[in-house]
């Protein structure tokens, strides 16, 4: 079971994802709140596993929110969920410790697909969200990792398999991967050889 809590300013949206839950057993939607303060409260009661969180808020920004929740309730996962498809908005919510992004307009079978991959540890991406991070600004600027995909990077750059990754940092082979394959995507690149040698002209890896 995957305890779901929303927020959003928008009760009519709130209401929507309601509707698309109602009735999976699985994903149980324990709480939401149209403010971020209000959901910090909240979340204390409602222990969330998986927090659906939208960008625009009236008091603190999506970005802000996921910060604060990630510093004081370190095992809740966030989803961003927002009408928002622009680069910078998605990446800073990655920097910001977010394990995905989707948008609005998803229908009930991805969200919930979305929700799983998130709340076991993995990065969810809708396709139009990954499309932003991969197409949109220049080529040669440089991605915003978050300090996990950074260490990752290094290692990878250090030829360590997938596994030699997952056990020095005490985290599983397949969230290793989940890694790996945003960093290709963030980087815009095909394969390793490519990811490092981005890596270090752009003084993410030390030679």
């Known amino acids: 079971m995957i305890k779901v809590f929303i927020v959003d300013d928008h009760p009519m949206v709130v209401a929507g994802i309601k509707g698309l839950l109602q009735g999976e057993e699985n994903y149980p939607v324990v709480g939401s709140a149209n403010f971020a303060l209000e959901a910090l409260e909240m979340f204390r009661q409602a222990l969330p596993d998986v927090v659906l969180l939208d960008i625009n808020l009236p008091d603190l920004n999506g970005i802000e929110l996921c910060e ?120 815009t690149v095909k394969n390793t050889a490519a990811l490092v040698k981005l890596g270090i002209e752009h003084g993410l890896i030390a030679l």
């Open 68 to 187: 604060r929740i990630k510093k004081e309730f370190p095992a809740v996962k966030v989803l961003g969920i927002s009408t928002f498809k622009e680069r910078s908005y998605i990446t800073r919510l990655m920097e910001k410790g977010a394990s995905g992004y989707v948008l609005k307009n998803v229908d009930k079978e991805e969200l919930i697909e979305a929700i799983r991959q998130v709340a076991g540890g993995r990065m969810y991406f809708s396709m139009e969200a990954a499309t932003a991070i991969t197409t949109q600004g220049s080529l040669s600027q440089v991605p915003i990792l978050t300090s996990r995909e950074k260490e990752i990077l290094v290692l990878i750059s250090e030829g360590l398999t997938n596994k030699e990754i997952a056990d020095q940092l005490y985290i599983s082979p397949l969230t290793v991967d989940s890694h790996r394959k945003n960093l290709l995507a963030k980087f």
